[in-house]
């Protein structure tokens, strides 16, 4: 199982990114794909997921109306597409994915794979 992770640079606050995750190893259908952040001296939180079957999207509150996830099924890709960036968004996005991943709350649970982080840095 592999998640690959791209996308991530620098940009001005209130400009956009895409983040790629290619995954491979799995049938992409049965799996939670969710996007996670790490930024510096903070633990990791769940930022957006798309659920196993239904492919339904869900967000962390604080970038609701901004991020936006999606998957490309025939291409094994889910993207995060970040719009208005700010400062606070500055961290290192991690692709994760899990038969189990579920949103509860404002996190997610139940991933089971990881991949490598992009890091994405906003400057204001």
């Known amino acids: 199982v592999q998640l690959q992770a791209s996308g991530g640079g620098l940009v001005q606050a209130g400009g956009s990114l895409r983040l790629s995750c290619v995954v491979s190893?799995?049938?992409?259908?049965?799996?939670?794909i969710g996007w996670f952040r790490q930024a510096p001296g903070k633990e990791r939180e769940g930022v957006s997921l798309?659920?196993?079957?239904?492919?339904?999207?869900y967000y962390k509150n604080s970038v609701k109306g901004r991020f936006t996830i999606s998957s490309d099924n025939s291409k094994n890709v889910v993207y995060l597409q970040m719009d208005n960036l700010g400062p606070e968004d500055t961290a290192i996005y991690y692709c994760a994915a899990g038969v189990a991943a579920v949103w509860v709350g404002d996190d997610i649970y139940g991933v089971k794979y990881w991949g490598k982080g992009t890091l994405v840095t906003v400057s204001s």
């Open positions: 190893g799995f049938t992409f259908d049965d799996y939670g």
């Open positions: 798309i659920s196993s079957g239904d492919g339904k999207p």
